[in-house]
């Protein structure tokens, strides 16, 4: 049998061909059937036939009528069943032509078609189900699981429980903007604790939501997209985000740049300090409030500078947190700088600060930063703590910090608690670009400053929340951040400035911290406080190896202080000396 082959790439050529075959077997059925009929008369007048009888019965006239029927009957149900498929053949051509070119010749199945033939390979198409198959792209315009499972997968990330992480991973644009919005939403949820906020923010920067995001900021097409992306990357707040923020301050659009100093100031991050000072100077629209609080929120309530790293303190190797650090009231000693007395330049600088004109003032303490002399510190530290203005100030404190001398330290501290928030800024800006170890510096200005100026830099210390932020470290891993918190602690009490520590030691949950603040005391404490840790020593509140490390300080402060000015207390066991 032979067997014919149609091109389904011609439907033109295929369409003649068929319509051609079945005139011919139309012709061919209706002369075999004549030829049949002729014999069968012949037959039926030839007595000796055997078959006669049945033949003439079979092809008589009605007979043969019937047969003609149902040989058309069957011809057009055929025409019909053919022409179905060629239909059918056709819409196929046409969606694939609709679609690009790269995927009409890929090989791909006909969309309704269970098979296709591509060249000399038979394709089976995959069965529509819920999972892609090796190889293919997801159907982006689809949402795969959908918002109610990404809301509960979310949330099982935040509990910190296990979690399904192709729920999280989807590609698709409706699970996307689900997956974004309910960590969006666990971020800034009252009732999501801190590590929970962790895991939400590291899912939104993991996940490419902050990529996404920045590059928005920054290519946008309009201003609100980018001011929303702007909006959206200070609720993230991740510090990964600074840049663009950053960048975004120099946006052509007023909304946009508003929004991202407004973001600025949820990341509180003190390197953005000076970003913020210059754009106000650039972009005066820029709101004062808007301005002012972002300042603010970088500089005053959280002292990021404390994590900058600083300069290995000289600890013995086997120091260990329960040991007491002996070594506190010896630190590594410093070059002095050297008093500058000789230089016309520098002369002419120091007679212009007693201008009237706040402008020259300014400039003139902008001058004396390259002047890295005695009396350049001593005039630019008069400028920060007494000048009338507020910018002169901050030119002043500028200034200090690119002497970066550990004599400018005390002056640095003291203008964090300015009442101006811009000098506040400007101090926050300097402490982060200081080089030298903070942990000797703040031992060297208890050891070393007047009583006026080491009160001024603990109650600054205090107000700006330096000691609450190293209360913490007393016993962190970080020996670097050990000392220079146990120095710190070291200054207030060397200032009589005890209200946190004698706190701290009462209410602090972990012990440690409470025995290393003890340990501070016996290090540094005035006899003023003794009265202070007779209460303590008396209260509850108190554990019997704190109370034991109390009594061991006023025992030493008993012995310092002279007999004639120690009065005993009622508070006070026998057992003391």
Not at 398 to 424: G, K, Y
Not at 552 to 563: G, H, I, R, T
């Amino acid at each position: 049998m032979t067997h014919l082959r149609v091109n389904p790439t011609n439907p033109k050529r295929s369409q003649n061909f068929r319509a051609t075959l079945q005139k011919s077997m139309l012709v061919a059925a209706v002369a075999a059937l004549s030829a049949i009929a002729v014999s069968a008369q012949e037959a039926s007048t030839d007595p000796s036939s055997q078959d006669s009888g049945l033949l003439s019965t079979l092809f008589s006239g009605y007979g043969i009528i019937v047969l003609l029927v149902l040989v058309l009957v069957g011809l057009i149900v055929a025409k019909k069943l053919r022409g179905k498929r060629h239909a059918d053949w056709v819409d196929a051509e046409e969606e694939s032509k609709k679609a690009p070119s790269t995927q009409r010749n890929d090989g791909l199945p006909v969309p309704g078609n269970p098979m296709r033939r591509a060249g000399d390979q038979l394709i089976t198409q995959p069965r529509q189900t819920g999972e892609q198959s090796p190889g293919t792209a997801p159907n982006a315009s689809e949402s795969c699981f959908g918002a109610y499972r990404v809301d509960q997968e979310v949330w099982k990330l935040i509990l910190g429980k296990p979690h399904r992480m192709d729920v999280m991973a989807s590609r698709a644009p409706d699970d996307r903007r689900a997956i974004e919005a309910s960590l969006v939403k666990a971020l800034n949820a009252l009732d999501t604790d801190e590590e929970g906020k962790r895991r939400a923010s590291a899912a939104l920067e993991e996940y490419g939501f902050l990529a996404r995001q920045s590059a928005v900021l920054l290519m946008g097409r309009d201003a609100w997209e980018r001011s929303s992306a702007a909006r959206m990357l200070g609720e993230i707040g991740s510090p990964a985000s600074l840049p663009f923020l950053i960048e975004a301050l120099h946006d052509n659009d007023v909304v946009v740049r508003n929004q991202a100093v407004s973001s600025l100031g949820y990341l509180k991050l003190p390197a953005a300090i000076g970003a913020l000072l210059d754009i106000a100077r650039w972009h005066p629209d820029i709101p004062a409030p808007l301005l002012s609080e972002a300042l603010s929120s970088c500089s005053v309530d959280t002292p990021g500078f404390l994590d900058l790293p600083s300069a290995e303190p000289e600890l013995p190797a086997e120091s260990s947190a329960r040991e007491e650090p002996a070594t506190i009231n010896s630190f590594a000693a410093f070059d002095d700088l050297p008093e500058g007395t000789e230089d016309l330049a520098l002369a002419e600088a120091l007679d212009q600060l007693n201008s009237e004109d706040h402008r020259s003032r300014a400039q003139a303490a902008q001058l004396l930063g390259s002047y890295p002399v005695q009396r350049s510190v001593l005039a630019l530290t008069s400028l920060a703590m007494n000048d009338g203005n507020s910018a002169v100030r901050a030119a002043a404190v500028a200034s200090l910090s690119s002497i970066d001398h550990e004599s400018v330290f005390p002056p640095v501290l003291i203008a964090l608690s300015d009442e101006s928030r811009e000098v506040q800024a400007a101090a926050a800006r300097a402490l982060t670009s200081l080089r030298f170890d903070r942990g000797d510096a703040f031992v060297r200005v208890a050891e070393t400053a007047d009583r006026e100026t080491l009160r001024s830099v603990a109650k600054a210390c205090v107000k700006t929340g330096i000691v609450t932020q190293a209360t913490g470290r007393l016993t962190s891993e970080d020996r670097r951040q050990a000392y220079e918190a146990f120095s710190l602690f070291s200054l207030l009490a060397r200032a009589n400035e005890t209200d946190p520590i004698i706190s701290a030691i009462g209410g602090h949950p972990d012990e440690n911290v409470r025995l290393t603040l003890v340990r501070a005391l016996k290090v540094a404490a005035q006899a003023e406080l003794a009265p202070k840790l007779r209460e303590l020593v008396a209260s509850e509140k108190v554990s019997e190896n704190v109370r034991t490390a109390l009594l061991e300080v006023l025992y030493k402060l008993d012995q310092n202080s002279p007999a004639d000015t120690h009065v005993p207390s009622d508070n006070v066991t026998t057992d003391v000396a």
